[in-house]
């Protein structure tokens, strides 16, 4: 017999969220990994927020809100917010009740903002890391680093002279703007919309956007995040900041750093060797349009090892991360602006992957 199609609405539910979610879901095990380590910042979140007043949106629940926005690629924080209103799922992963009522979202972000004066993201990544490392998940000997660049939120048309010169876009909502024959720098332009992101190309032949640059250490036994931060985008950001998350491992032996060719120049090798620190970095040996050749930095003290070329093997593997996090948690372009925005959700984003591999490698351990 055919079923009716009535509406069975009832005035009232007994069944939980919890009792919703299936068994065997991965976020299951992710939620017992977030929630050890949002126990773990409980005291930096008690700094944060006045023990008076009105209540705010708790911390852990935040903080839960912007994994799911990475895990499910949610692309606003206003579309997030209306996720969680009718998806089950989601109000059991971030500790809501069937009932519960969702945030405005400008509250939400409000809330978003004091979290970022006490340096979460990165205290919340260390405690991440931390569990890895209980379960002898990390080596503590092999790093690999790489940087990648973030496009800014913001139109290569709103990159202006400083000085107030130059023609304006043509009118209407995307007018024209004709920049053949205008020379352009980060020294004499910025962006109006955005003036921490920077004018930059990563390579010959790929087009000059605005953007930052992310950067990531990774440790070669299972390719996780060990560290992670956003600077500027320049030619030296890159080895600038390899060097402060090296210092950030506080390594009490000697290690070793995979990188690429971009990292391939004696102050760098030379301030890695200062930290005990063994380079090793694909060779960038090349002769130019001149026939003068440049000669690495390395030589074969370093690169007649066997661990030199399993180094530069496993170092390849950093790609998966920015792969991920461009993708999956959908910085290609950031939705941010400001760099400090912009490295805390970077950061952010960086612990949500070391959470999506972390429950198979801890089942296998």
């Known amino acids: 017999m055919r079923g009716g199609d009535d509406r069975t609405e009832g005035l009232f539910s007994y069944v939980s969220c919890e009792a919703r979610v299936p068994v065997a879901h991965p976020l299951r095990a992710i939620r017992v990994i977030a929630d050890e380590a949002l126990e773990v910042l409980s005291p930096a979140f008690a700094g944060l927020y006045s023990t008076v007043g009105r209540p705010s949106i708790a911390p852990e629940k935040l903080l839960r809100a912007l994994l799911l926005q990475a895990f499910y690629s949610i692309r606003s924080e206003r579309q997030l917010m209306e996720q969680i209103s009718y998806n089950l799922l989601f109000r059991w992963f971030v500790g809501l009740s069937m009932d519960a009522p969702v945030w405005d979202v400008t509250v939400f972000t409000k809330n978003r903002e004091r979290l970022l004066s006490g340096d979460v993201a990165v205290k919340f990544l260390g405690a991440v890391v931390a569990q890895a490392r209980g379960r002898d998940l990390l080596s503590d000997e092999h790093f690999s680093v790489d940087g990648t660049l973030i496009e800014a939120w913001a139109s290569i048309k709103s990159f202006r002279p400083k000085d107030g010169s130059g023609e304006p876009p043509g009118p209407g909502r995307n007018g024209e703007r004709d920049f053949h024959g205008e020379k352009r720098s980060n020294k004499t332009h910025a962006s109006t919309t955005d003036p921490d992101a920077k004018l930059y190309r990563k390579a010959q032949g790929q087009p000059s956007r605005i953007a930052f640059m992310g950067h990531v250490l990774m440790e070669n036994r299972n390719g996780l995040v060990v560290g992670a931060t956003l600077t500027p985008a320049s030619g030296t950001a890159e080895r600038e900041a390899a060097l402060a998350l090296v210092d950030g491992l506080g390594a009490k032996r000697r290690i ?110």
Request: zero cysteines.
């Open 256 to 365: 070793t750093l995979g990188a690429d060719k971009a990292y391939d120049a004696r102050e760098f090798v030379a301030e890695l060797r200062k930290r005990k620190v063994t380079p090793h970095i694909a060779r960038h040996d090349y002769v130019d349009k001149n026939g003068v050749r440049r000669r690495s930095a390395l030589d074969g003290r370093t690169t007649r090892h066997p661990g030199y070329d399993i180094s530069l093997r496993v170092r390849k593997r950093i790609e998966e991360v920015f792969g991920w996090v461009k993708t999956t948690g959908s910085l290609r372009k950031t939705r941010h602006r400001g760099t400090e925005r912009v490295n805390w959700m970077f950061t952010l984003t960086a612990a949500a992957y070391n959470l999506v591999r972390l429950p198979k490698l801890m089942a296998a351990a």
